[in-house]
């Protein structure tokens, strides 16, 4: 168990409909990074928070967004979701921003789109 | 842009055996950082070992360690006395060291360990 708990496990919906993922960081930890994991496309990072802010972009499409609330937890927001849009979708967190930090991964909430 | 090439899609290697990985990388950077991460049947991602781009040395965990050649821009993963537990999912990933960074990973290398 890394710490880092995220919600839901699994999820379905439909094309064109909205979804928020959710994530916890381990206790103390101050950054959250978003990834995505499919088939075709393998493991690609979404973006990155710090203490609320956005650190680092990757390649993260304009119908997706995310946010890191005070609290530290933070939402991804997919929208206008297409069949190509079912992944694995992981959120890891570190203590700082540095690169070097060792990233906890949570669990992955798995998005299939009908 | 930077990119990393795991070239071996699976591989095969004998209980108790060692194996080594392949991992390229291409960048214009020269402050970078290298890692390796396995992914285990049940999906949950763990770093194996990491490996600063200024140090020289290479990078050694328990039965894990590297060969990182900076000039080749390689960095292959070797592990020793190979256990049923080390299958897995392996991913050689890059990141930048600046206030803009970014994290490549490559495609990743499934190992199979043969009992």
């Known amino acids: 168990d890394s710490g880092v708990t995220q919600t839901p496990k699994h999820l379905i919906t439909a094309t064109g409909q909205r979804v928020t993922l959710r994530c916890s960081p381990r206790s103390g930890d101050l950054s959250v990074y978003w990834y995505q994991q499919s088939l075709d496309q393998g493991l690609q990072f979404l973006i990155q928070y710090y203490n609320g802010e956005e650190r680092a972009k990757g390649n993260i499409l304009e119908r997706f967004s995310a946010q890191q609330f005070p609290d530290l937890h933070s939402e991804l927001n997919l929208s206008s979701l297409e069949l190509g849009d079912s992944a694995l979708y992981f959120c890891?967190?570190?203590?700082?921003?540095?690169?070097?930090?060792?990233?906890?991964f949570g669990p992955g909430t798995r998005l299939t789109v009908l | 842009a930077q990119t990393v090439t795991q070239s071996q899609p699976e591989m095969s290697v004998q209980e108790a055996e060692t194996v080594t990985l392949s991992c390229t990388y291409d960048?214009?950077?020269?402050?970078?950082?290298l890692f390796w991460y396995k992914q285990p049947p049940s999906r949950q991602m763990i770093l194996v070992i990491r490996q600063e781009a200024y140090k020289q040395q290479n990078a050694t965990e328990n039965r894990f360690s590297v060969n990182f050649q900076k000039a080749a821009k390689s960095f292959s993963l070797k592990i020793s006395d190979s256990q049923l537990g080390d299958a897995a999912m392996y991913f050689c990933?890059?990141?930048?060291?600046?206030?803009?960074?970014?994290?490549?990973f490559g495609k990743g290398t499934r190992l199979h360990i043969l009992p």
């Open positions: 890891a967190s570190t203590l700082t921003s540095a690169p070097y930090n060792e990233q906890f």
């Open positions: 960048t214009s950077e020269s402050d970078y950082y």
């Open positions: 990933a890059y990141r930048s060291d600046g206030r803009d960074d970014k994290i490549i």
